[in-house]
Each structure stands twice: as C-alpha cells, then as structure tokens.
C-alpha cells in the first residue's frame, strides 16, 4: 500500500484511507440513528396520545435498533485489544460485548417487532371484529418482554460460541464464533435463523402488508364504514403506508445479510477455506474492517 494512503501510531497500528473513510460514514450512521431512535423514544414517551399498542411497539423497534448501535463491536474492538482480560470477567465480556453477542439479540427483537407490528395492523384493519386476537395496552408489555425473551433464546449460540482467550500471544482477548473458516460447522443455526427470522418473516410481512394494500386501494373494505370520519379514515391510511414503507426500508437493509449467509450455507469448504485466505492477507493494517462486526 502506498506510503501516502497510511499513517501508523506508536503503538504500530497502521491505520488506511479505507479505515479513515469506513470511521467516518460509520460514524454518521450512529450519530443520525441514535438521533432519530432518541426522538422517536422522546416523543412516544411523554405524548399521552400517543400511547397506544402499536406506538409502544414503534418504541421498542426503537430501542432494539438503538442497542444495536452502541453495542456494535465496532465501538470498542480497539479497547479490548488494550486491556488484559482475567477469569470471569474476561468471560463474560467476550460473551457479552465481543463480536456476536449481544447485537444479534436487538436484530432478533427488531424482526420480530416489525412482524409484530405488520398482525396488529393486519388484524386491526382487515379483521376488525376479532378483538380477541388483539394485542391490547395491557398485554403490550408481556408481548414485548416475549419478543426480548425469543430473540435472547434464539442467540444462545452465539453467545456460548464467544470464549476468552487466556494467553499472552493472543493479540485480542476474545475467540469469536463464526469464522469463516468454521462457518461449515454450524449449518444448523445458520439454518434456523435464515428460516426463522429471514423467510418466515418475510413471508409473514408480505401476507399481511398484502391484504391491507389490497383493502385500502382495491377492494375498499378497510376505514369504509359509515361511523368513521374522514380525519380518522386518512390518520389510519397514512399509519399503514408508514408502516409499509418501514417494512420495506427494513427488508431492503437485511437483504445483504440474509443473501451472504445464505452464500456461505451452500458454499463448499474448499471456496471457504479461500475467503478465509484472503481475508487472512489484508490482516497488515485494517484488521477492524473484517472483526467489526463478528467475522473473525
């Protein structure tokens, strides 16, 4: 690499333009979205009006992608290369705060509430006598804490995978599960989790988003009746198309996510033993770029 394109501190980490450039947009991506999850925490919160079931939804959607900004590995990778990690402590914040740990658990929940959210809204809207079905204020809460208890049990793996390296020849404290060259042993979760929180979701989202565009533009079946006023027929339109496009933004963001495992579930050893090579030579100076976010 040329020597105008890298700088090096005493400590003898190279630092690259790609590692500047990748801080940089990085940085931004936390500042505007721990800015804007705040708000929307700010405003659900103190607006009486606004307490409602899917709002309080909207707000723990919120608070999962907030984790899942400040928890990314990303933020503090260069700390525990550091420090000298012993015993307990060192095992639980591999277990905890290295790689992936705690950040696949607010994904999880993230998934869940946008499906959450897409049958309340479908049984709101298209199945409006079935208020048995609904998920009430007083039912909110215990919905939610289901969510965080699903997504917490689903990263079992993961978390058991994050083990503390006790050695001084280790340069980071922390084995992380994943690597590509182990990547074939865990198939089974791979397996469980693209189905579980990739297709099924998906499929969950498109069936029920389906039949509310189909009642609202086609069939005119949802907000027609006679004792809903126009205010309340448009402020129940402009929620749904709000949250179609939420639906949309989200699944657009994890298409590349679910497309590389899905990649590395078919591949055979031989073409991840060469990812693993490659990735192994560009080790000299932007190691951060390949843990950031768990891939050892």
Request: hydrophobic share 45%.
């Amino acid at each position: 690499m040329a020597n105008n394109s890298t700088n090096s501190d005493q400590t003898g980490l190279i630092v690259s333009t790609q590692d500047i450039i990748f801080a940089a947009l990085y940085s931004l991506i936390i500042f505007f979205g721990v800015l804007g999850n705040g708000i929307i925490i700010a405003i659900v919160r103190k607006t009486p009006s606004m307490h409602t079931t899917t709002n309080y939804l909207l707000l723990n959607l919120a608070v999962a992608d907030l984790f899942s900004l400040l928890l990314c590995p990303g933020l503090y990778d260069f700390a525990l290369k550091k420090v000298r990690l012993q015993g307990f402590t060192g095992h639980l914040i591999c277990k905890l705060f290295a790689g992936n740990a705690v950040v696949p658990i607010t994904i999880n929940v993230a998934v869940l509430t946008v499906c959450t959210i897409a049958v309340e809204r479908y049984l709101a809207l298209v199945k409006p006598f079935h208020s048995g079905l609904r998920i009430t204020e007083d039912r909110v809460v215990h919905v939610i804490a289901g969510l965080w208890f699903l997504a917490l049990v689903s990263c079992i793996p993961d978390i058991l995978a994050n083990t503390y390296i006790d050695t001084v020849s280790s340069q980071y404290p922390c084995k992380r599960p994943w690597s590509l060259d182990e990547y074939f042993l865990h198939k089974p979760f791979i397996i469980f989790t693209c189905v579980c929180f990739g297709i099924v979701s998906s499929v969950i989202l498109l069936l029920c988003y389906f039949e509310i565009i189909r009642g609202l533009y086609f069939t005119k079946t949802i907000c027609s009746e006679s004792t809903v006023n126009e205010a309340e027929r448009q402020e129940k339109k402009q929620l749904a198309r709000l949250l179609i496009w939420l639906t949309v933004v989200f699944s657009v963001c994890s298409l590349p996510f679910s497309v590389f495992f899905i990649f590395l579930i078919r591949a055979d050893t031989q073409t991840i033993q060469v990812l693993s090579q490659y990735q192994s030579s560009k080790r000299d100076g932007t190691e951060y770029l390949e843990y950031f976010c768990g891939i050892d």
